[in-house]
């Protein structure tokens, strides 16, 4: 299982990004995938998730309205949209999966956010 995150960069307050994560070694369309965020001090958090379907997501409150999950299966690969950026939205982003006993992790993607 093999999971890479992209996109991720210095952007301004207000600012949007889309980060990537392209997925390898498991059947992708067949799991549910999630993005988690960890500020620096800070315990690690789920972000969103999108079902294997593609039918049904989940955010957290504090990316409600602002950040939007999405999935291609025929790239094996799901996206966050993230807009209205804010200095507290600074963290590393990774993407999981949680396949049978085990949740594998990407190695992250550092998104910043200020002036």
């Known amino acids: 299982v093999q999971l890479v995150e992209s996109g ?4 301004q307050p207000g600012g949007s990004l889309r980060l990537s994560c ?8 067949s799991y549910r995938m999630t993005w ?10 789920l972000v969103a ?3 294997s379907a593609g039918g049904s997501t989940n955010y957290a409150d504090f990316v409600k309205g602002r950040f939007t999950v999405s999935r291609d ?3 094996n690969t799901v996206y966050l949209q993230m807009n209205s950026l804010q200095p507290a939205d600074t963290a590393v982003y990774y993407c999981s999966a949680a396949i ?4 594998y992790w990407g190695q992250g993607t550092q998104v910043t ?3």
């Open 8 to 11: 991720g960069g210095l952007v």
């Open 22 to 29: 392209a997925a390898s070694g498991f059947t992708f369309s």
């Open 36 to 45: 988690y965020r960890q500020a620096p001090g800070k315990e690690r958090e």
């Open 49 to 51: 998730t999108e079902t």
């Open 73 to 75: 299966n025929a790239r």
């Open 100 to 103: 049978y006993t085990r949740r």
């Open 113 to 115: 956010v200020s002036s």
